[in-house]
């Protein structure tokens, strides 16, 4: 799982070795469409789109993006000390 992260090429090459690793699902959390974009723009930067788009069209898929959806405040939950 990928949570709050740009997938900027800077980080490329430890990212790259995580998502092409064999027997890996990776599952992206993105904020907004424009977020979404963004990330999918630096993926294909990194992988190469035809990489990208085999990964997202694999059967079960390789990569797949899901919304993330706002926290709820659970206030019944007290720390114990």
Do not use: W
């Amino acid at each position: 799982y990928i949570f709050g992260h740009s997938l900027d090429v800077t980080d490329g090459d430890i990212l790259r070795d995580l998502i092409l690793n064999d027997n890996v699902s990776t599952t992206i959390f993105y904020h907004n469409k424009e977020n979404m974009g963004k990330q999918i723009a630096n993926l294909v930067k990194m992988l190469g789109q035809d990489k990208f788009i085999s990964m997202i069209n694999n059967v079960p898929r390789q990569i797949c993006f899901k919304h993330q959806q706002n926290m709820v405040s659970n206030k019944a939950c007290k720390i114990i000390e």
